[in-house]
């Protein structure tokens, strides 16, 4: 190889490493720019500007993370998309459709925990009952539910804050009933009272009452379930005897009415019998007798065929054969 051929050989190999060396530095810095980039990004979203969007059936609420936050009206409701710094304020979002809840003594309905309900009736006597609950928070005042209990998580409430509740009403009413009352045809009405007292206590923050009721019968001793159930049957027993009873009084008062209605029919018969004979004997006068004599005696001519009988009783009582007429 000729000098020449080594001095132009080296030269091209020497530029082939500049030029790829020159590419590496060049993508070594696209990648920093947007890495770089990528990171600022993201730190202003997450920090300095972000969007979040509130799906149907919730309500957001934008909590503000610095300054003052006097009251409700101080706190937005948003929905639907919602951009919002979140180095300044937060989003907290609450469900407004329907919630329900079970608390009962059976870890397979519910929460896996015995979250039965206790509470006294008038006589001191401690009843058990499993409860179901339903509310929904009004939209328009979700403001006012964050300021009275600063919560953003709805479980928290629900079996905290609404659990108490449901126990203080129903304990505030049952002290007015007696365990018969509560247990027995008094029910209805004593559920209807502790769900008005429940939503008196928290209509004002916008929690609507939908459904509140106990799941079976309450759970009493024993004992007093027996005496109930007892005196129970013992009550439809004798009502179940009086109306035997008014249905045979009612039976008899019929049949006595009947026999009375024949008896006086018949003396009814009997009076128009004798008063028609009365009438009739008051008008037989001898010249009515001779009229009916003479229409009796007119009727026989009437009916006479001609012929003259064969027979005839002469004044002696003798019976004679007349001669017949050969003619």
Do not use: C
């Not at 947007?34 to 730190?43: N, P, R, V």
């Not at 339903?134 to 659990?163: C, E, Q, W």
Request: charged fraction near 25%; glycine fraction near 8%; hydrophobic fraction near 40%.
């Amino acid at each position: 190889m000729t000098l020449f051929g080594e001095v132009m050989g080296s030269g091209t190999g020497r530029g082939s490493d500049d030029l790829f060396a020159k590419n590496a530095r060049r993508w070594a810095k696209f990648g920093v720019v947007t890495l770089a980039s990528l990171i600022a990004l993201s730190i202003f979203l997450n920090y300095v500007a972000s969007v979040k969007r509130i799906g149907a059936g919730y309500v957001g609420v934008e909590v503000l993370l610095s300054g003052s936050q006097r009251g409700a009206s101080e706190i937005p409701v948003r929905t639907g998309w919602v951009f919002y710094s979140p180095l300044r304020s937060q989003i907290i979002e609450f469900p407004t459709f329907v919630q329900t809840v079970k608390w009962t003594h059976d870890l397979n309905e519910g929460r896996a925990a015995n979250e039965e309900m206790s509470f006294n009736s008038k006589e001191g006597m401690e009843i058990y009952s499993d409860v179901s609950l339903s509310y929904a928070i009004d939209p328009k005042h979700v403001p006012d539910f964050y300021v009275k209990y600063r919560v953003n998580d709805l479980d928290l409430f629900t079996h905290g804050i609404l659990r108490d509740v449901v126990r203080n009403s129903l304990n505030e009413v049952a002290s007015t009933y007696n365990v018969e009352q509560i247990y027995g045809e008094q029910k209805a009405e004593f559920i209807n009272k502790v769900q008005m007292i429940i939503q008196q206590k928290m209509e004002p923050v916008g929690v609507l009452i939908q459904q509140f009721g106990f799941i079976g019968a309450p759970r009493v001793p024993s004992v007093i379930a027996d005496a109930i159930t007892a005196k129970a049957q013992a009550i439809q027993d004798a009502e179940r005897a009086r109306n035997e009873l008014a249905k045979t009084q009612a039976e008899a008062a019929k049949e006595i009415a009947a026999a009375d209605g024949d008896a006086k029919a018949e003396v009814t018969r009997a009076q128009g019998e004798a008063e028609a004979n009365r009438i009739r004997q008051s008008s037989l006068t001898p010249q009515l007798l001779e009229l009916r004599k003479i229409e009796n005696q007119k009727e026989l001519i009437e009916r006479w065929n001609g012929q003259l009988p064969t027979v005839q009783t002469g004044n002696g009582g003798l019976l004679m054969e007349l001669p017949k007429n050969t003619n």
